[in-house]
């Protein structure tokens, strides 16, 4: 299986490129490394082998199924996460190469109470059938902290990693331009 650097959208990459292989340490075959994430808050410590994607991480071994598989290849958004604070397509990037790492999904979101862009988007009425919802939420998470997009054309260009089958991203672009305060 061939390795993919983790993506990060916000340096304006082309959403549907994949990149790699990662550089990084060389690994035996079979051999699996231990290693701490802390997700949402909380560290985890996962032994994966060196292949296995942030996402199948997330999903197989921290039972976080709130983050989706789409493509599985990087063009569609759906497994989007924060990384450090950066938005990643998460099965781009391998789980080793982020020991340590600050890792924030879905289910990370909310605290007390919803977050703005969660409240934003059942507002807006943001989505349909919702797979994507996770993605565009982690997305657009990321979006807002990086502080670039300030118009809806702005906004729909760093959000065009993220895809929707259901094609609500008018809606989406609503609830994010809500959150920022701007009108829709
Ligand atoms: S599942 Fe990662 S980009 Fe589609
Ligand atoms: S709400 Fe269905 S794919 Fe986006």
């Known amino acids: 299986m061939p390795e993919y650097s983790g993506r990060v959208q916000a340096d304006g990459d082309d959403p549907a490129t994949p990149k790699g292989p990662e550089s990084g340490p060389s690994f035996p075959p079979g051999d699996e490394r231990s290693l701490t994430l802390l997700v949402n808050g909380t560290p985890r410590v996962v032994t994966v082998s060196p292949w296995v994607s942030l996402l199948d991480t997330l999903r197989e071994h921290l039972d976080l199924t709130g983050t989706k598989k789409g493509c599985d290849h990087g063009q569609c958004g759906a497994c989007t996460v924060l990384v450090n604070g950066r938005r990643i397509n998460s099965c781009l990037a391998l789980t080793v ?76 672009v609503d609830a994010i331009l809500k959150v920022k305060g701007s009108p829709a």
């Open 97 to 172: 190469m982020h020991d340590g790492s600050e890792i924030t999904t879905v289910e990370g979101l909310a605290a007390d109470t919803l977050h703005p862009l969660q409240e934003a988007f059942i507002a807006c009425d943001a989505f349909q059938c919702g797979y994507c919802t996770p993605g565009q939420l982690c997305s657009a998470v990321g979006l807002l902290q990086e502080g670039r997009a300030q118009t809806r054309d702005e906004i729909k260009e760093l959000m065009s990693g993220n895809l929707c089958r259901c094609g609500a991203y008018t809606n989406i």
